[in-house]
Nanobody, 123 residues
């Protein structure tokens, strides 16, 4: 199982970015899919989360500016980020709580993290 995040980059204050994270592997179920971020010198924090039935949760920093969505058929979660601020600068990580089959056919249920994608917002 792998989570591959993409879409980060350098953007000016007030701009927008759309992050994507696709899960791959012999996955038969994905429950929660979340985005976290970690800025230099700070703890990792929840940005947004979405359950398998579409219920959304947002961290205080994301409310009103970011939108999380998912495409279950594509095993992908998105984070649309608008009105970006310099304080949004961080490495963004995707997370999924899922069930899969390993190469031996054993059911594996667990929490997986993507590799992170860097978002830099210039002031």
């Amino acid at each position: 199982v792998q989570l591959q995040a993409s879409g980060g980059g350098l953007v000016q204050s007030g701009g927008s970015l759309r992050l994507s994270c696709v899960a791959s592997g012999n996955i038969f179920r994905i429950d929660d899919m979340n985005w976290y971020r970690q800025a230099p010198g700070k703890q990792r924090e929840l940005v947004a989360g979405i359950t398998s039935d579409g219920t959304r949760t947002y961290g205080d920093s994301a409310k009103g500016r970011f939108t999380i969505s998912r495409d279950n058929a594509k095993k992908t979660v998105y984070l649309q980020m608008n009105s970006l601020k310099p304080e949004d600068t961080a490495v963004y990580y995707c997370y999924a709580d899922l069930g899969a089959m390993d190469p031996l056919g054993t059911v594996v249920v667990g929490k997986y993290w993507g590799q992170g994608t860097l978002v830099t917002v210039s002031g």
